[in-house]
């Protein structure tokens, strides 16, 4: 605090220096006259005015509060050593107020918190005694106070400083920017106001000019505006309140005149300390409750808040949830069919294999009896009526020449058998878990197979047309039944679209593949269907979004396919459509993984 009191000397300080004087000699004025009939002032509003300059602008303005003193005290008393000495024992109240305000109320409003408020009723009554003593002694000294009426003199003038700090520094702090309190009106505010400050001039004209002891009728028009208005509109009717009341008694009027000064200023001083000690706690405890309420106003909309985004959240994590567990679920049916499909295969191939294998023998031996029944007739062309009438009975020559087609019919069914079966085998491909370089042409044509009931003619279309052209591929490493369930995928939609089009014309799925770059290849599938609305061309590739009809599709394949080539290859899954001509899926996909 010394530190900053006799800091070195800065412009700012101009500005106090000369307008203080001016305010101080005019209050000076106004308190000498509103004096009682033994000269004694109730209440000295310099000393609030000062703790107000401090706490806006700092210690550096004491040069100024002590310029105003001596200016007031040469008007006063005279030039002399009483005015010399009282100048600076009076610099002393605002100066150790302030300081005891900025340590004790830590930064927080001063009078918006009750505590604070209390802090400073506290030091304004306990300061002044230290200058108060010294003011008096001061006086008795230069024979302006007689000894014996030392306590007389030390409760005026101690009274007077704590009226006036209590008054004066509220009603002029809270116009500062930096102790500005929230705004609080009602709607209609001036109107209310006008009503209430009406009334309060009413009563306490009544009260202290009529002859009428209305005052404490004041009371509920200043709780009233505590409880509508900010401090603000408060102080300022604590401060005219404070002034009629004070003007009047020291007029004669009122119920706190009485025969002894000395005693109307006691009840006088009271009466303006209650009304503005009151106003004060209750407006600090009413802004508390104002602002507890607003926290807990936000933090219940902030806690709703919460509670929404958690909600929202927890619903997208059960979506991804769902999502996951059907994709799992499809993954998991995908491989319990490619299993299954594996071991029917290899079920069936193995008779197949047994009959494909003996009917090479069954040729061979029927080959060998039909030569032997040639080389009888050719020597025994007339054999007993036994056997030439079995022999025109079973027709051996339909036989003979029959049995040949049937043997190339039945090679011909175990063969397309034992192309279906490796077909299954390929596209199941029971080592998908593990990533191995395959043959891409084969796998798109193992999935053809499969589909092979789906592309011949049906009553409602021609068959559907099936044109390749397929680019010189390397070995691709990749999941090779997952790549196969993209095809599938893929090839299915297309015959669906197909079957779609309403006007009959050649359907036809086109397949291209090409190595686009050393490290990578290009698979096109395309149709000449009707194409995909552009209304749902952004929702194709998200779960459970299916544009065909209930019981026809899960709404997974394609989400399943994005995430295969995109996620599982580091690819990528994108399509071309135009209405009414079709639409191409394009796949591209590295031609070695990443480890």
Known sequence: MFKKLFSSFQPIVILPI?????????????????????????????????????????????????????????????????????????????????????????????????????????????????????????????????????????????????????????????????????PFRPQNWIVEFAILLLLILAIAWIAFLGGYPLEYLLLPLLIWSVFRFSLRETTLLILIVSAIAIWGTTQGFGSFVRQSSTESLILLQSFVGVVALTSLVLSAVLHENRETALQLTQANEQLENRVQERTIELTNILEELQKTQQKMLQSEKMSSLGQLVAGVAHEINNPVNFIHGNLIHLKQYTKDLVNVIAAYQQHYPQPPQAIQDLLDAVEIDFITEDLNKILKSMQSGTDRIRQIVLSLRNFSRLDEAEIKAVDIHEGIDSTL?????????????????????????????????????????????????????????????????????????????????????????????????????????????????????????????????????GTKFIIEIPVKQAV
């Open 18 to 182: 000369l307008i203080l004087p001016i305010i101080h000699v005019c209050v000076i004025k106004l308190a000498q006259s509103l004096v009682f009939e033994n000269g004694v002032i109730v209440v000295w509003p310099s000393v609030g005015i000062y703790l107000v300059t401090l706490l806006v602008f700092g210690y550096r303005v004491w040069p100024a509060i002590l310029l105003s003193e001596l200016i007031g005290n040469n008007i006063v008393y005279g030039f002399n050593g009483l005015s010399v000495t009282l100048s600076f024992i009076d610099i002393i109240d605002p100066l150790l107020v302030c300081f005891l305000i900025n340590y004790l109320s830590q930064g927080l409003p001063l009078f918006l918190r009750s505590q604070n408020v209390f802090k400073f009723i506290g030091i304004i009554l306990l300061e002044p005694i230290l200058t108060t003593t010294l003011g008096v002694t001061a006086l008795s000294i230069f024979g302006l106070t007689y000894w014996n009426a030392y306590a007389e003199a030390w409760q005026a003038w101690w009274l007077s400083i704590v009226i006036g700090l209590l008054i004066v520094t509220p009603a002029l702090l809270v116009w500062t920017p930096k102790f500005s309190p929230p």
């Open 449 to 581: 197979v499969i589909l092979q009931h789906r592309l011949k003619t049906k009553s409602d279309r021609p068959a559907i047309n099936i044109d390749k052209k397929y680019g010189k591929l390397p070995l691709v490493e990749c999941y090779a039944g997952q790549l196969n369930q993209v095809f599938m995928n893929i090839i299915t939609n297309a015959i669906d679209a197909l079957e779609e089009v309403i006007n009959p014309h050649t359907s036809d799925i086109s397949i291209f593949t090409e190595l686009i770059s050393p490290k990578w290849i290009r698979i096109m599938i395309s149709d000449n269907g009707n194409g995909i609305p552009e209304t749902v061309q952004s929702r194709i590739f998200d779960p459970f979004f299916t544009s065909k009809p209930i019981g026809k599709g899960t709404g997974m394949g394609m989400s399943i396919s994005y995430q295969i080539i995109t996620e599982k290859h580091g690819g990528k899954l994108y399509f071309n459509t135009i209405a009414g001509q």
